[in-house]
């Protein structure tokens, strides 16, 4: 990971250049480079997949933890731990979630979903009896009802998808309407 002031780019020519070969060089001659050493959890999350595998990762992390009764981690009924669920989300009766799912801050879960190895971000809706597993539901998203998620699918923020959709490891980018089953894993709608 790294961390720059903004003048690093004075530095960069317009032309195709490695800043760990061509630019961290000259800042080293110079004594602009630093290195320090983190501790704790960490782990590239750059690919939705290793998103995902970071936060497994991490709730298993926190509920490993000395002090078992983390404030963060929910538990109770239809909650199969470890489970993070922002206090403002609602979740309807009859849902199953987890393990290894988070829910953001004014989520909506509708009645008889089915949640795991999951994160749903701020604002979005899942609306009655959906099935969600392994994927990354955007912003202010709605999953209609009955709609199947599995293998790394990624909606972007605003996507609607329609009621009984499958949507099988597909990435479906901001401000979309999906309104036809997508089997192909690795399809992205734009």
């Not at 206090?87 to 909506?108: E, M």
Request: one cysteine or more.
């Amino acid at each position: 990971m790294y961390i720059f002031k903004k003048d690093i780019l004075k530095r960069i020519p317009l032309k195709p250049t490695s800043i760990e070969t061509d630019i961290f060089p000259q800042m080293a001659e110079c004594g602009q480079l630093c290195a320090m050493e983190l501790t704790g959890f960490w782990m590239d999350v750059g690919q939705p997949k290793d998103y995902l595998s970071g936060m497994c990762k991490y709730l298993t992390s926190i509920q490993s933890e000395k002090h078992h009764e983390n404030k963060n981690l929910t538990h109770g009924k239809g909650i199969i731990e470890p489970v993070m669920i922002d206090p403002s989300a609602k979740i309807g009766h009859g849902c199953l979630i987890g393990p290894f799912v988070t829910i953001g801050a004014k989520v909506t879960i509708e009645d008889g979903v089915r949640l795991s190895r999951t994160t749903v971000f701020e604002g979005a809706t899942i609306q009655k009896n959906s099935w969600v597993d392994s994927s990354i539901i955007g912003w202010e998203s709605v999953l209609g009802k009955w709609v199947r998620m599995e293998h790394v699918s990624v909606l972007g923020r605003d996507v609607r998808i329609a009621d009984e959709i499958y949507i099988n490891g597909a990435v479906v980018l901001d401000h979309k309407v999906v309104k036809e089953t997508v089997l192909i894993p690795g399809t992205i709608l734009m």
